[in-house]
């Protein structure tokens, strides 16, 4: 039995909730070292520079300012301050205009405000909607971001309300769900922008495949359904048999290379990820960014068991 077995995935996910875990884990240099690997920095002048070096190589980006679940206005407007800041930021870059942004930012509703007892839903539309209208003067694109089944129906709903003025917004559907299918039905229909991943949190049976290979499969379903569509797919995996599987839903919807890009985090198959954009496919690389780190260092962890390994591995490294 592996290290990641007995540890296993909910357990490792419960850790990231852990407020006296979290101090400790930032106490520690090697804690700090090993973050580097998917979180290249804390503030925008680390993720332009990230940026830079990944536009040399041909590939596109997707930033997300870390943090979720925000607990009062102040903090929800600290948030939209900090995009409106990334996006002045990223404007400044001479893009050419293309079909395909080359640079788009990620969402978290919850940091909007979603959750706010008071108004939530609306704080988080009309944040978001400041948000919508900075990127698209800055020729940058946006996702909404997924969290867990609990937010889906209230995410899924203003998505569609920001759609109604900014069709080029795109959204994340997670293939564990059980509903996942019929929202990708939806979405592709109405020609929206889907980044489908396989989900990062520890979602109960009733609503969630729990076995890897059922989980597979409902992707590869759901891909299915978005590449039959009218949207545009983004395929957010490292799963060698997802990536494998594109090629041929490509031939068979008769898409091309402009119609569906690849998505990949930020320090993970770093070499699959230049093989696929050398070969003349959009390969998007989900650059997370900021303090509140350690939330989404955990769900890195928790997904993959080569993660964990390597964090592991450098914590005994240190210590000798």
């Not at 509703?109 to 800055?138: F, H, V």
């Not at 929202?183 to 592709?188: I, L, P, V, W």
């Amino acid at each position: 039995m592996g290290i990641f077995e007995r540890f296993g995935r909910p357990a490792i996910l419960a850790a990231g909730r852990q407020e006296g875990l979290r101090r400790t884990a930032e106490r520690l240099p090697v804690t700090r070292e090993v973050v580097h690997r998917f979180v290249p920095g804390e503030t925008i002048a680390d993720v332009t520079n990230s940026v830079e070096q990944l536009r040399d190589s041909r590939r596109l980006v997707s930033i997300d300012y870390l943090g979720e679940d925000v607990t009062d206005t102040d903090a929800a407007d600290a948030t939209v301050e900090a995009y409106q800041r990334l996006l002045e930021a990223l404007a400044t870059r001479d893009e050419v205009p293309a079909a395909v942004r080359p640079l788009e930012v990620s969402l978290k509703l919850s940091a909007l405000g979603q959750a706010l007892p008071r108004d939530g839903e609306k704080i988080a539309l009309e944040n978001a909607r400041a948000i919508c209208e900075r990127a698209q003067r800055a020729g940058v694109w946006v996702t909404i971001d997924a969290e867990d089944h609990t937010t889906t129906d209230s995410t899924l709903s203003l998505v569609r309300e920001l759609r109604a003025d900014f069709d080029w917004v795109g959204t994340v559907l997670q293939a564990y769900l059980k509903r996942t299918h019929g929202d990708c039905t939806e979405f592709a229909a109405s020609g929206a922008r889907i980044r489908l991943c396989k989900g990062a949190y520890d979602e109960p049976a009733s609503v969630a495949h729990r076995d890897r290979d059922d989980v597979t499969d409902s992707y590869l379903r759901c891909l299915g359904v978005l590449m039959g569509g009218t949207g545009y797919p983004m395929v957010a995996s490292h799963d060698p048999a997802i990536i494998d599987a594109v090629p041929a839903l490509v031939r068979e919807n008769s898409r091309s290379a402009d119609d569906f890009e690849y998505q990949m985090l930020y320090g993970i198959r770093d070499k699959e990820q230049r093989r696929l954009a050398e070969e003349g496919n959009h390969v998007r690389v989900y650059v997370p960014f900021g303090t509140q780190w350690y939330g989404y260092f955990v769900r890195r962890l928790a997904e993959r068991p080569a993660n964990l390994k390597f964090f592991l591995r450098a914590l005994a490294e240190r210590r000798h």
